[in-house]
């Protein structure tokens, strides 16, 4: 106690002397109150990395991922929850085996190998998995697919690395069954495209044969009956004109209306015969000039997809007719290996930068949708004052069955 009253704490060293005059004690006294703080400082920061150990333990304990930390040979130092559940063992029966157990046993190797140089690279954690799907191993040794990610660190100088690990199976799962509804929705689709383009047909043939001819017969009737009307009748004369007019006004309209929903060249006598009686068509009423080109073997491709190619070309042609102020088009039809490609080019003002992004007409959306459903894809490209292009890719093997021949 010092003079003042307060206390502390000391260390005491006592010796013994014996001389003539006697046994005497000495006693060293030394001031340890900041070394007791210390102690107190030490205990204290121990019990807070006690706390600290117990809520990363508790962290990793529940969490929903598999953790596990293996050591530079490889070998299991940490095996929480999640891990017990996804591979079906406890953290007991993992601890200080080899990763390799949960792993297949064809992927054993490269995925050692690669462990091994992340740890070399010195990152701090990797994504693993990115381009191929990883897959692990149960302990009763079913497979399922996962994705990881690993990190790594040095303590006492031992480096771990650390593992977290998500199984993917509800997913992928997933995955696949939307694939295979999508592949049946556009299976659904192409049916849907054939069944229309057999309805279109069948009422284009109608008006054809039923309509035009009936017209046809109408008018010469009439014009049957003018030769009966005296010349004098003039006004019945004119009258049998106007309706003779209206009637070839009728029978082109008819004729118009029947190639627009299906032109029966198309089916008569094939894509390439098609393509011509389309170009000529528009010669004939815009005065552009055309190029077209059509590879053997693409020129007797069946249903649906010469529709489809008709169509993409039909409508782009319009387009250059309404729109381009082109004097000359051209259009090429070759196989670029197991696709068939379709480029309409003109030479009019072209389409401002962006532009395709924003083109949304019926029409261009009607064809882009088929073009899709055939598992292809419609692009279409220009600039300004130097003309538009637009290309149609479809796969050949979807057209041709696999067998890379058209039907």
């Not at 704490?9 to 030394?30: D, K, M, Q």
């Not at 381009?131 to 079913?142: I, K, Y």
């Amino acid at each position: 106690m010092r003079s003042d009253g307060t206390e502390f704490p000391v260390e005491v060293t006592i010796s013994r002397t014996i001389n003539g005059h006697g046994t005497f004690l000495t006693a060293i006294l030394r001031d340890v109150s900041g070394r007791t703080a210390d102690a107190h400082e030490l205990d204290r920061a121990r019990e807070q990395l006690k706390e600290r150990e117990g809520r990363l333990e508790a962290i990793v304990q529940s969490a929903m991922d598999a953790i596990i930390t293996i050591d530079s040979e490889q070998r299991i130092l940490l095996f929480n929850s999640a891990a017990e559940k996804m591979f079906g063992l406890t953290s007991s029966q993992a601890m200080g085996t080899h990763l390799d157990r949960f792993i297949p046993q064809r992927f054993r190797d490269a995925h050692r190998r690669q462990v091994e140089r992340f740890a070399l690279t010195g990152e701090s954690s990797r994504r693993m998995g990115v381009q191929t799907a990883l897959v692990a191993q149960r302990a009763d040794g079913t497979e399922f697919p996962m994705e990881a990610s690993i990190s790594q660190t040095t303590v006492g100088g031992q480096k771990l690395l650390t593992v977290v690990l998500r199984d993917i199976t509800g997913r992928v799962e997933a995955e696949r069954q939307i694939n295979r509804a999508s592949e049946e929705l556009r299976a659904l689709s192409v049916a849907m495209l054939e069944v229309r383009e057999t309805e279109r047909t069948r009422i284009a043939r109608e008006l054809h044969d039923e309509l035009g001819q009936a017209l046809t017969a109408l008018k010469m009737d009439v014009e049957l009956l003018t030769t009966t009307i005296s010349p004098g009748r003039r006004d019945q004369l004119e009258q049998t004109a106007a309706m003779i007019g209206l009637l070839d006004a009728t029978m082109a309209t008819t004729r118009r209306i029947s190639a627009d929903l299906r032109p029966l060249v198309l089916d008569d006598l094939g894509l390439a015969a098609a393509a011509e009686w389309v170009l000529q068509s528009l010669a004939q009423r815009a005065g552009i000039d055309y190029g077209l080109a059509i590879d053997p073997a693409c020129a007797a491709l069946g249903e649906p997809f010469a529709s489809a190619l008709f169509r993409v070309m039909q409508e782009s042609l319009t387009n250059v007719v309404r729109h381009a102020g082109a004097t000359r088009v051209d259009v090429r039809l070759t196989r670029s290996g197991d696709e068939a490609l379709l480029i309409i080019q003109d030479d009019g003002i072209g389409i401002e930068p962006g532009a395709p992004a924003k083109v949304g007409s019926f029409g261009l959306r009607g064809i882009q949708e088929r073009v899709l459903l055939l598992g292809g894809k419609l692009s279409i490209a220009g600039k300004p004052n130097r003309g538009t292009t637009v290309s149609a890719r479809i796969p050949l093997a979807a057209a041709t069955g696999g067998s890379g021949k058209p039907r």
